[in-house]
C-alpha cells in the first residue's frame, strides 16, 4: 500500500531555531500534502495545503512566514518550523494525497519540543 | 462551525463487546466522503473505513462499520468484539468535494478504552 515517510520523528531544539520536517512519499506520486497541528489531547488542526509546483493555501491564523512549506516534487513535502518558540511545541503530521484518489496516506508523525 | 462533531470525549467498553463511536457532520455538499482513524498513542494515524456520501450500503472492514445515515447526517462507528489493542482515540474526519484534493476535517476524537 501507498507509505508516507515522515522525518524526524522527535526533534528537540532550542528557542530561535529553525526545524525541517520532512514527508515523503515512497511508492506514488503525492499530487497535494496537507500539513496538521495536534496539541495534546486535541484533534488534528489543518495547517496548510500544498500542491507540488505550488505554493501553499495557509489556513486562518497559521503564519506562512514561520511555518514555510515546500513541494517542489512529486515526493517530498517540507514543513520548516523558522525560529521556533516553546509554544510550537507539538504534534505534526502530513497527510499525502493522489489527484482521483478519495483516499490519504499520512506520514508517522514529527514530536517538536522546543526548550 | 464545527463540521464533524464527536460528542463522546471518553468511552469504556468491556473486552469481546460492542461499542458504537457517535459521529455527526454538517455539509452542504452532495459530494463527500467520511472517515474513521485510530490513534494509539504512538500518534501515527491508522484508517480504518471510509463512506461515500452516494455509497448505498453500510461500510464494514472487519469488526469495523460505520452506520451512515445520511437524512441524519450522522456516521457512527460500530467495532464489534473489542479486543485489548482497540484502546485508543478515534477520530470521525470528513472530506467535501470528489476527492483527496480537499483536506480532511476531523472531529475532537473519543477516547475508547478497552477492558479485561
Known amino acids: 500500500g501507498a507509505v508516507v515517510s515522515q522525518h524526524p520523528s522527535r526533534v528537540i531544539c532550542k528557542s530561535g531555531t529553525s526545524v525541517k520536517i520532512e514527508c515523503r512519499s515512497l511508492?506514488?506520486?503525492?499530487?497535494?500534502m496537507f500539513w496538521y497541528r495536534q496539541f495534546p489531547k486535541q484533534s488534528l488542526m489543518l495547517m496548510a495545503t500544498?500542491?507540488?509546483?505550488?505554493?501553499?493555501?495557509?489556513e486562518q491564523g497559521v503564519e506562512k512566514d514561520k511555518f514555510l512549506i515546500n513541494h517542489a516534487s512529486l515526493t517530498l513535502s517540507t514543513l520548516t518550523v523558522t525560529s521556533a518558540h516553546p509554544e510550537d511545541s507539538s504534534f505534526y503530521i502530513c497527510?499525502?494525497?493522489?489527484?482521483?484518489?478519495?483516499?490519504?496516506?499520512f506520514g508517522s508523525g514529527t514530536r517538536l519540543t522546543v526548550v | 462551525a464545527q463540521k464533524i462533531t464527536q460528542t463522546q470525549p471518553g468511552m469504556f467498553v468491556q473486552e469481546k463487546e460492542a461499542v458504537t463511536l457517535d459521529c455527526t457532520y454538517d455539509?452542504?455538499?452532495?459530494?463527500?466522503?467520511l472517515f474513521w482513524y485510530k490513534q494509539p498513542s504512538s500518534g501515527e494515524m491508522i484508517f480504518l473505513i471510509y463512506?461515500?456520501?452516494?455509497?448505498?450500503q453500510n461500510a464494514t472492514e472487519g469488526r469495523y462499520s460505520l452506520n451512515f445515515q445520511k437524512a441524519r447526517k450522522s456516521a457512527n462507528l460500530v467495532i464489534s468484539a473489542s479486543q485489548l489493542g482497540d484502546s485508543a482515540m478515534y477520530f470521525c474526519?470528513?472530506?467535501?468535494?470528489?476527492?483527496?484534493?480537499?483536506?480532511?476535517?476531523f472531529g475532537k476524537g473519543t477516547s475508547l478504552l478497552v477492558t479485561p
Open positions: 463512506q461515500g456520501s452516494y455509497d448505498e
Open positions: 511508492d506514488f506520486q503525492a499530487t497535494t
Open positions: 500544498s500542491n507540488e509546483g505550488s505554493k501553499a493555501t495557509y
Open positions: 497527510s499525502a494525497s493522489q489527484t482521483g484518489n478519495y483516499g490519504y496516506t
Open positions: 455539509t452542504s455538499d452532495q459530494s463527500y466522503g
Open positions: 474526519a470528513m472530506r467535501e468535494g470528489r476527492d483527496s484534493g480537499y483536506a480532511l476535517n
